[in-house]
């Protein structure tokens, strides 16, 4: 966790990280903020785990923001439509 | 007409039940409603084409009528329903098991109700439980039959890489065997609609629980594969990389204008099966999916393209794309969803 409740993904995130980042996610109440700045690759399994968190959150009338997203992963999120679900930072953006 | 209500209800509603259930199991719910409406009207027409076929051969052949509804008659039947789904399968309209079933269990209900309609209007006074029987155990056989046929003619095709003639010959088999195993009521009629009742639904939840595995896993390697395609072709370090190479080979074979066209091809295919796999993983989360402008101007532009690279550019970029089944398939899926 970051010092502003934000959650800090570092690594890959692929299948075998999955089920670590669930059950964590699942713990947070409301998660608000997902930092990418160190996130390297994201796998579909990990994607999967994103959009569940997102679906709860949304049911709480809440949204999840995921920030300093590296070009090559926002456009991952862009290709595959993803980007209609989620608030997307690009780690470049102004 | 009281005794008329009951016998519809009792001889048409179990399939109609037995096949929403199969639907609502599904978690992509991938196939319309729209799709299997019209999936249950064609059987109806396939019940119908089978009844005047069935007339015709019972003067052709000699043979009593007990015989030819045990023997020929599930081997017409069986025919008609199977070539739908040979249809389905070979112009990969068919992604996975669980859509094999519903559109197998589909064309059987419409062929059970059509059949079903025409006993309730031509059997005079029978004992209640013909209905029974007819509409638990017949009708529930026929869609069975029909999603088995589809399910293992679906994993042969798959298996082979191709759907050629033999993968439908053991599905096929195996569904002229239950229609003529129920036919002959070894047990009595009950017995045998009892029997349909208690393995259909174990062997539905063993079908959906592979395809739900089969889909996740497919899911999972193509996402990952079409990223790292879509990355290489966005990089500027195409020419060097093995893809650039092997385009580059086609120089001489290829006008410089369809070079670009296979190129954009390659991007443009690439670039929807990403989203056709992103829409699937949005409908595994629950959310609703509306599809873009975008998304449909690309299909538009893949035609455009299509036509210029030709067969032999699409030919060309096999070793590049994934040509199989469910390659195909999820571009069809989207297709429909961009639908207006």
Known sequence: MGGSGEVMLSGRLDAAQTAKLQEFLDRIAEPKVIDFKDLKYISSAGLGVLLKTQKRVFESSGTLKLTNVSKHIGDVFNYSGLDQIFDIELVDAP | MNDLIARVLVGLMP?????????????????????????????????????????????????????????????????????????????????????????????????????????????????????????????????????????????????????????????FAVAWLIHSVFNHFFLSPVLSTLGVLVVLPPLSFVVFSRSEKSLSSWLNMGFDTDTELLELIHSGELATSHVGVYLNSLRGRFEGVILADLLCYLKIRTELALRAKGLLLMIESGFAVKLDEETRSKFEELRFLEKSIGKTGKLALAPLLHVSGKELWQLYMLENQASP
């Open chain 2, 15 to 171: 399939v109609v039940v037995f096949l929403f259930a199969l639907v609502y199991l599904d978690s992509y719910k991938l196939i319309s409603l729209r799709r299997i409406v019209v999936t249950i009207v064609l059987g109806g027409v396939v019940a119908g084409a089978s009844y005047l076929i069935n007339i015709a051969l019972m003067s052709m052949v000699s043979i009593d009528q007990v015989a030819y509804s045990r023997y020929l008659a599930p081997l017409v039947e069986e025919l008609g329903k199977a070539l739908f789904l040979v249809y389905m399968i070979r112009a990969n309209r068919i992604g996975f098991l669980v859509d094999a079933a519903i559109y197998g269990f589909a064309i059987g209900t419409g062929f059970a109700l059509v059949e079903n309609l025409y006993y309730i209007n031509t059997l005079g006074d029978v004992p209640f439980v013909v209905w029974i029987v007819r509409g638990a155990g017949t009708a529930i056989m026929h869609g069975g039959a029909t999603a088995i046929f589809g399910i293992i003619a679906k994993t042969l095709s798959e298996r082979s890489g191709e759907a050629r003639f033999v993968s439908y010959v053991p599905g």
